[in-house]
């Protein structure tokens, strides 16, 4: 029998349970019970604090009785339910593009929706060559890998060296362009102008994941790429687990882009539809993140004042100017070491190690939310500046 090894070079993961069972509570906001202590979360993506909303819990529970537990098929068999397309044209709308596609998580979507649209999946093999950010999400990566095209990965954020690659591409090749307008693990923005520039200059497709943006920036909080400026080969990506609170992904894209994906993405064509639940939180969020900008006000100024507090600690924070924002310290037992000092002190964060980010580039990842106080974050300041790094 062949032996399963682990590489020993990387960090073994293990899933560790967490008690959130009094999550609605009026005074649980930001709190999570881990190892029998109850701790702030600084490791939470929920970053307005919608999964929390009773509003929002209670349009699930309407979904989930006048539709059931399930949609039992995939979008293209029977489980098309006509209120997804109702949630896609509101998304369509605000982003502005011509349509949005509702599909399971942002792992998948990336996974297939890129070998779609490179044209290598379900039995097409047509050539293109992606140029894709070094530090862009693994789920990307996955795609791109999937997709079996050729793959420059250029310096993060250098968009000087992304057009030296582009230079050396034949005119007629087809190309494209990847990149997440804000950075999951180093929470720092991409130029989107300068990206939107150079696919249009070198005829590429532009595709944009807004995971972490989406629901906290942009005009009425529907991204950075929700503006009308778009090139017509520009396609938006984003997810419903984070801002939204709920789960699962969209694309938002032209109508021929759409066509090609209802046709060619595995992702949505071999996939079981969002359930009712889901798909009800989902309706009910993202009414009220236009409303919502009180909240994102809100996260911006705690954001700024932890950011600059950290810098005056003589703390790493790499390029961040958002919610998330890195602690580098370059060693692993370092990472763990505050781990365990936060945890002594009231507070969960979550250390972060390769293959996820860089060799030696180990970090802790904050990532603040709109329900966080300012006293919250004094405290934790404090706490944090005792600690020897």
């Not at 949005?100 to 890129?114: A, C, D, E």
């Amino acid at each position: 029998m062949n032996k399963i090894t682990l590489n020993k070079k990387n960090p073994t993961r293990k899933l560790e349970i967490f008690d959130y069972s009094s999550k609605l509570s009026k005074n649980n906001k930001d709190l999570v019970k881990y190892n029998g202590k109850t701790l702030i979360n600084f490791a939470s993506n929920d970053y307005l604090g919608f999964s929390k909303n009773k509003e929002i819990s209670n349009e699930s529970i309407s979904w989930i009785k006048k539709y059931g537990s399930s949609l039992s098929s995939s979008r293209l068999v029977t489980g098309n339910l006509d209120k997804i397309e109702m949630i896609e044209k509101l998304i369509s709308k605000n982003i502005k593009h011509e349509n949005s596609i509702i599909v399971g998580n942002g792992f998948l979507l990336n996974s297939t929706l890129i070998p779609c649209l490179t044209g290598n999946s379900l039995g097409t093999r047509n050539k293109c060559i992606i140029f894709s950010d070094k530090l862009n999400h693994a789920s990307i990566n996955y795609g791109c890998l999937i997709s079996r095209q050729r793959c420059f990965r250029y310096n993060h954020l250098d968009l000087n060296h992304l057009e030296s690659q582009l230079k050396k591409t034949p005119n007629k090749m087809r190309k494209m362009i990847i990149s997440e307008t804000l950075f999951s693990m180093d929470g720092d923005l991409a130029d989107l102008h300068g990206l939107r520039y150079l696919s249009k200059k070198y005829a590429c497709i532009l595709y944009l994941d807004e995971a972490h943006s989406f629901g906290l920036y942009g005009k009425n909080g529907y991204g950075f790429a929700s503006d009308v400026n778009k090139n017509t080969n520009e396609i938006t990506v984003g997810t419903f687990s984070k801002a939204i609170g709920s789960y699962g992904s969209f694309v938002s894209c032209s109508r021929d882009f759409y066509k090609k994906i209802v046709n060619s993405c595995g992702g949505l064509i071999y996939s079981t539809a969002l359930p009712p639940s889901i798909l009800g939180a989902i309706s009910a969020s993202l009414k009220k993140i236009t409303k919502a900008s009180k909240l994102r006000k809100k996260i911006k100024s705690n954001s700024e004042f932890l950011l600059e507090k950290l810098k005056r600690l003589n703390f790493d924070t790499a390029k961040s100017n958002s919610h998330i924002i890195p602690l580098i310290l370059k060693d692993r037992s370092k990472c763990e070491s505050l781990k365990k000092y936060l945890f002594d002190h009231g507070y969960f964060v979550k250390e972060i190690s390769p293959p996820t980010v860089p060799s030696g580039y180990d970090r802790i990842r904050l990532s603040l939310t709109a329900s966080m106080s300012r006293v919250i974050i004094k405290k934790f300041i404090k706490h944090i500046s005792n600690f020897k790094h």
